[in-house]
């Protein structure tokens, strides 16, 4: 798929009738994996990022070039369209006008921009937000930044959980009417919540961090939910993996009697060995 494609397919997702849950990717492997298994979107978070880039927790830590050039990878290997936490925008409102330069020509279909004060300044260890006219110029730079209006930008929001429902539904408002393409909210645990966050806008919904108790997609959807994040487990599991795996070796194991290794034909279809065979054939041996 072009980008353009990519960017078409999530704007498909956001004005359609369901909700999705993403892959949760952090290399070229995993986004290749995620889209033999069908999945519909992909999902490169900020914190997946510092783990897989840094091996460092989620601090903001990350610089804007080492996150865009990780989405890229992640694009250029057949991910299903990629969706990116881009944090605060690494900056303010111009360093965002950057950001969206950098994840549109990365070839992303679309990123969130968040109004958490990041990252944490000295002195309090509290969360704490932006004012609601800083987010605001941050969303709208980053519209007049993007080329491609295909591109999706989001308004994230932590508020119901930081400053409360009235900040959240007032902050949300504002991201609806400055021209957002979707809105993003953390810290919802109670369905109450969410019906009023729905109620008081028209834009489409993602959100991050659910209660199982709330985890019905057809009820989501009910509420304009198009996409929910379910964590990012898988490469937690892949780190436990090598771990699994390492530990074997050290501890003597010989390579034939590993267990937990795939079979070859796993990671020749992960690496698309089949089709490097045949660019071989076709354009070096004549």
Same mark, same amino acid.
């Given at each position: 798929?072009?980008?353009?494609?990519?960017?078409?397919?999530?704007?498909?997702?956001?004005?359609?009738?369901?909700?999705?849950?993403?892959?949760? +990717?952090?290399?070229?492997?995993?986004?290749?994996?995620?889209?033999?298994?069908?999945?519909?979107?992909?999902?490169?978070?900020?914190?997946?990022?510092? +783990?897989?880039?840094?091996?460092?927790p989620d601090?903001?830590?990350?610089?804007l070039?080492?996150?865009?050039?990780?989405?890229?990878?992640?694009?250029?290997?057949?991910?299903p369209p990629?969706l990116c936490?881009?944090d605060?925008?690494?900056?303010?409102?111009?360093?965002?006008?950057?950001?969206?330069?950098?994840?549109?020509?990365?070839?992303?279909?679309?990123?969130?921009?968040?109004?958490?004060?990041?990252p944490?300044?000295f002195? @309090?260890?509290?969360?704490?937000?932006?004012?609601?006219?800083?987010?605001?110029?941050?969303?709208?730079?980053?519209?007049?930044?993007?080329?491609?209006?295909?591109?999706?930008?989001?308004?994230r929001?932590?508020?119901?959980?930081?400053?409360?429902?009235?900040?959240?539904?007032?902050?949300?408002?504002?991201?609806?009417?400055?021209?957002? @393409?979707?809105?993003?909210?953390?810290?919802?645990?109670?369905?109450?919540?969410?019906?009023?966050?729905s109620?008081?806008?028209?834009?489409?919904?993602? +959100?991050?961090?659910?209660p199982?108790?709330?985890?019905?997609?057809?009820?989501?959807?009910?509420?304009?939910?198009?996409?929910?994040?379910?964590?990012?487990?898988?490469?937690?599991?892949?780190?436990a993996?090598?771990?699994?795996?390492?530990?074997?070796?050290r @501890?003597?194991?010989?390579?034939?009697?590993?267990?937990?290794?795939?079979?070859?034909a796993?990671?020749?279809?992960?690496?698309?060995e089949?089709?490097?065979?045949?660019?071989?054939?076709?354009?070096?041996?004549?």
């Amino acid at each position: 798929m072009t980008a353009s494609e990519r960017r078409a397919r999530l704007r498909a997702i956001l004005a359609g009738d369901a909700c999705y849950h993403p892959a949760s +990717l952090h290399d070229p492997v995993s986004a290749r994996i995620a889209s033999d298994l069908g999945f519909e979107l992909g999902m490169f978070a900020g914190s997946v990022a510092s +783990l897989a880039v840094l091996g460092a927790p989620d601090l903001i830590v990350l610089t804007l070039t080492e996150f865009a050039d990780q989405a890229r990878r992640i694009v250029r290997a057949g991910a299903p369209p990629l969706l990116c936490d881009a944090d605060h925008g690494y900056g303010n409102a111009l360093n965002v006008m950057r950001t969206v330069e950098e994840l549109e020509n990365a070839g992303v279909a679309g990123f969130s921009l968040e109004d958490t004060e990041l990252p944490r300044p000295f002195g @309090d260890g509290s969360t704490r937000l932006i004012s609601l006219a800083e987010g605001l110029g941050k969303v709208r730079a980053g519209l007049a930044a993007r080329q491609d209006p295909g591109l999706v930008i989001m308004a994230r929001t932590g508020a119901p959980s930081v400053t409360g429902m009235a900040d959240a539904i007032e902050r949300a408002r504002a991201y609806d009417a400055c021209g957002a @393409d979707a809105l993003f909210f953390t810290g919802i645990t109670e369905r109450a919540q969410l019906e009023a966050l729905s109620a008081a806008t028209t834009l489409p919904i993602m +959100l991050g961090g659910l209660p199982e108790a709330m985890q019905d997609k057809a009820w989501l959807a009910s509420q304009r939910v198009k996409i929910a994040l379910q964590g990012h487990q898988p490469f937690a599991a892949a780190s436990a993996a090598v771990h699994a795996t390492l530990k074997q070796l050290r @501890d003597g194991v010989a390579p034939g009697k590993l267990t937990g290794v795939p079979p070859a034909a796993f990671m020749k279809g992960a690496t698309r060995e089949a089709e490097y065979a045949r660019w071989t054939r076709d354009f070096l041996e004549g």
